[in-house]
Structure formats: structure tokens, C-alpha cells
């Protein structure tokens, strides 16, 4: 099984107090030893759940404009972004047990990468818009492609994998989410896309088209 980049430290973590619970449990008694052994199976589940979550599954790249982010589709529109001009919008909720290594939608370079400080809101609501969030600006023959990377409840830090002025290609890996969070995704209508999805659509990032290219 492959380990999301920023994911093993946490694994290693938490199998490391798994342990430690798990020995100081044989060498006591009593209440103690109860207690411990209650502990050592809430620390090897939680090991479980890191492994389950940091998986990072190799993907088939999917034709046209593919997902960022495994999920169900939370919403689509059209809308007029400060960034991408009239775009599309489609926006992707992720649950915890989904994998949150999210993908490039698109050829292109990076052009800016921008940490916005905020709240921890579930991210399936609307008043998430004020959550902590990374924005990713990329440079297409299109124009300008938006990503929104959103953090959630437990969603306590995004680590982007790219860097200004980096060149990448469709499906690479740009960054990881820890623990459900949502992934807004704007594209400029200029680059001629029908939407091939709807709310409620589940998707995998990389492997699923989102919209086809006229251009």
C-alpha cells in the first residue's frame, strides 16, 4: 500500500504509542491493566484509521478535465470568479474515509499558491466559504484554472505538494487534505467545457472526467 507525502508521520505515531500502551499493559494489573488494554485497542484502531485514510492508490488518469479530489459532488454552477473570469464551478465534498491525495485537473504551471487563515467549519455547510484554505492559481493555453483546497472539522492542515512556477501535468499529485474537507474547482468558460457531472455524482481524483474540452 503507498503513503500519502505528509501522511507517515502520523501513522508512525500513533503505532508507536499503540505499542507502548499495548507493553505497559502486560506489566500491570488490576484497574490499571484494564484501563491500558482499553487504550492500547482505541491506539491500534486509530492506526487502522491513519492507514485507512493516508492510503495513496495509483490511479489511471481520466480523459478531458479529471477530478482533483475523490468525493461526491456537492454542487455545479456558472458563476464570475476575480480570478478565472466567467467559469464553471464545481465543488467536491470529501468524507473521512475517502482517499484525500487530490490530482491536477489539467495540464499547466503553477502561478500562485496562496494560504488564507480561517475557521474549521464542517465543509459541507455554507458558512465553511470562511474556512482555512489554500488556493492554487494554474496557468493553462486556456487561461487561468482555479483550485480551492478547504479545510473542515477535522481538517486541520492542507500540504500542498507544488510550488509557484512548477510545471504539471494532468493527474499529478498537487496536495493532501487531513481528514475530510471539500475542493473547489473553477473553470474558465473560455476553455469551452461541458460539464459531465451533477450534485450527487461520485468521483475519483484522476480517474474521473469532470468536463470535456471543445479546444
Not at 42 to 59: K, Y
Request: hydrophobic share 45%; with cysteine.
Amino acid at each position: 500500500m503507498h503513503i500519502a507525502k505528509g501522511g507517515t508521520s502520523w501513522i508512525l505515531t500513533s503505532i508507536f504509542v499503540f505499542i507502548v500502551v499495548s507493553v505497559l499493559a502486560l506489566f500491570s494489573s488490576d484497574n490499571l491493566q484494564y484501563i491500558l488494554y482499553f487504550l492500547s485497542f482505541i491506539t491500534g484502531l486509530v492506526s487502522i484509521i491513519f492507514l485507512i485514510f493516508f492510503r495513496d492508490p495509483q490511479r489511471n488518469i481520466g480523459s478531458g478535465v479529471v477530478a482533483v479530489a475523490d468525493g461526491v459532488i456537492r454542487e455545479t454552477g456558472s458563476i464570475t470568479d476575480k480570478d478565472c473570469g466567467d467559469a464553471w464551478y464545481i465543488s467536491t465534498f470529501m468524507n473521512l474515509y475517502h482517499v484525500h491525495v487530490n490530482r491536477m485537473p489539467v495540464d499547466g504551471t503553477i502561478k500562485q499558491v496562496t494560504h488564507i487563515p480561517g475557521s474549521h467549519l464542517p465543509a459541507f455547510t455554507k458558512e465553511s466559504d470562511r474556512n482555512e484554505r489554500v488556493i492554487i492559481l494554474v496557468e493553462t493555453m486556456n487561461g487561468i484554472v482555479k483550485i480551492v483546497l478547504i479545510a473542515g472539522t477535522l481538517a486541520r492542515r492542507i500540504v500542498p505538494y507544488v510550488t509557484e512556477g512548477q510545471k504539471v501535468k494532468k493527474g499529478e499529485k498537487i496536495s493532501l487534505i487531513r481528514l475530510g474537507s471539500r475542493v473547489d474547482l473553477y473553470l474558465p468558460k473560455k476553455m469551452m467545457v461541458t460539464l459531465q457531472v451533477q450534485k450527487k455524482d461520485r468521483v475519483q481524483a484522476g480517474g474521473s472526467s469532470l468536463a470535456t474540452s471543445h479546444v
